[in-house]
C-alpha cells in the first residue's frame, strides 16, 4: 500500500508514516501517554509509535499507556488485563484507572468520555506526561462529520471542521490524535501483518448509540467525501477574530461586555464568530448559538434602532456608543461549596473555597457596585451586577479564603486548535493567563 491513498478528498496514511509524522513533530523532551482500549485503532497507534521509537530512536521520548475501565461492562477488567500483557511484551509502561461511581441513567456515553479525560489527564499528572494520545480515525471523522451535519444543518463550520487533531483539555493538558489521517481498515491490516489481535468492544454494534447508527449508513453507500478544509479555515478566522476582540472589546468586572459601535460594522464572518463565542462565556454555555441565532442578532446589532434582545441567556443590549453583553438575571441557580473543594457557579466562575466553613454561591443584587467605571450606562451596570455571585459562609458572612476565577465555558473545558488564538485573547481580556502552549514544534 502506498503512503497515501486519496480517499473522498483527504489524504489517507499509513499507520508507519502517521506514527512517524507525529513523533518528529514533537517538542523534546516528550513523555506521551497513550490511551489505549484494546480495539484496534489504539491498539494500532501504540505499537506504531512504539515500533517507530525502535527503528527510529528517540532517546528523549518516553512512551506510557493506560486502559480506562468504565465499570460499564463485566469484561472491561480482563480486557485491560490483556491490554497490559501485551504492553508489558513490548516493554511499556501500563496503567489502568476505573471509572467508579454511580453512572448517569441518561447521557452515557458523554458523561463516559468526560470521565476517561478526567482519568487520563490525572493519571498524565501523576506520571508527568507531557500529552495524551488517543486513537480517533478517518473512519471515526467521517462519523462525526455525518452527526453534526444532522445535528446542526445551518451550521457549516461545525459540519467542516469535525474532530480536531489537537485538544487542551481542563487547561491541563494537550490531547493528539495521530490517526485522524489513517483508515480502521489500513490499521488492521497492519496489525494482522505482525500477527497482533484486538478487542471488539460489543458497544459498537449497538443500535441505541447514534455513531453506531452512522457507522452502518456509511457502511451502506459509498465513500463520503471529506471536506478538505481540516479547520485551517476556522485557524484564520480565529486570528481575524482575535485582532478583532483587542480592536474594539473590552471586559469589565468579568461580568460586562463592552463592543464600540464602529466593529459592528466590520467583516461578517469575524464578527459572528466573536460575537457567538462571547455569548457561550457570558451565558456560562459550552456551545455558542446556532447559526440561525447568530444570523438575527447580527441582524439586530447592526440595525438603526437602539433596543435589547436576548439570546442563549445573554442580553445583548445596543445603545448609541456601544453594544453592551452580560448575563440576563434569571434562571440563575445557588450552589453550595464544601471546605477544599471547588464549584462551578453558572458555568462562568469557578470558586475555590479554602476555608472551614461551607459557602453558598448565589447571584449579588446590588452588591459589586464599586466594580464598574462609573461612564458606563447604569441600566447595563446593574443588570451585570446582578448576575455576578455573591458568595456568603453559612452564617451569612463574607468568606475571607475564597478563591474567584472567570470560567470561560466554550473553551476551558475542551478547547480545539481551530480556536486557540481567540480563546488566547479573551482569557487575557478576563484577566487569566493565555492557554498552555501545544507540545509541538513543527507546527
Known sequence: MSADAVIGGAAALTPEDAATDFLHSLSKPA???????????????????????????????????????????????????????????????????????????????????????????????????????TAHTMDDQRETLLMRGKRRPDDEDSARTGIADEVLFDRRIWIARPFLSCRRMDIRAYLEARGISWLDDPSNEDVTYERVRTRMDLAQEQARAMPADDGVNRI?????????????VTIHANALCLVERSGLSADKAVVAYALSRLAAVFGGKAYAPGRAQMERVLEFVNGANSGRRTV??????????????????????????????????????????SGRLPLSVHP?????????????????????????????????????????VPYLAPFDRFLTRFDLTFADRLSIAFGREAYRRRPFSAL
Open 31 to 133: 513523555h506521551i501517554l497513550v490511551a489505549v482500549s484494546g480495539g484496534s485503532d489504539s491498539t494500532g497507534l501504540l505499537i506504531a509509535l512504539a515500533e517507530r521509537l525502535k527503528t527510529d530512536p528517540h532517546e528523549d521520548v518516553t512512551l506510557a499507556a493506560a486502559t480506562i475501565d468504565h465499570g460499564l461492562r463485566a469484561e472491561a477488567a480482563e480486557e485491560a488485563r490483556e491490554v497490559a500483557a501485551l504492553c508489558a511484551s513490548r516493554g511499556i509502561s501500563h496503567f489502568v484507572r476505573r471509572w467508579e461511581g454511580e453512572k448517569p441513567k441518561t447521557g452515557i456515553m458523554a458523561a463516559a468520555r468526560e470521565a476517561r479525560y478526567g482519568l487520563l489527564a490525572d493519571l498524565a499528572d501523576e506520571i508527568s506526561a507531557d500529552l495524551i494520545v
Open 312 to 353: 442563549g441567556g445573554v442580553v445583548f443590549d445596543l445603545r448609541r456608543d456601544a453594544l453592551y453583553l452580560m448575563r440576563e438575571s434569571r434562571n440563575i441557580g445557588p450552589i453550595s461549596i464544601p471546605p477544599g473543594a471547588k464549584g462551578n457557579w453558572d458555568g462562568r466562575f469557578e470558586i475555590s473555597n
Open 236 to 248: 484564520a478566522l480565529s486570528s481575524r477574530a482575535a485582532a478583532w476582540l483587542d480592536a474594539h
Open 364 to 404: 449579588s443584587g446590588a452588591e459589586n457596585a464599586t466594580a464598574f467605571p462609573p461612564n458606563l450606562p447604569k441600566g447595563a451596570v446593574q443588570r451585570a451586577r446582578a448576575a455576578m455571585p455573591l458568595i456568603v459562609t453559612a452564617e451569612g458572612a463574607k468568606p475571607v479564603s475564597v478563591a474567584v
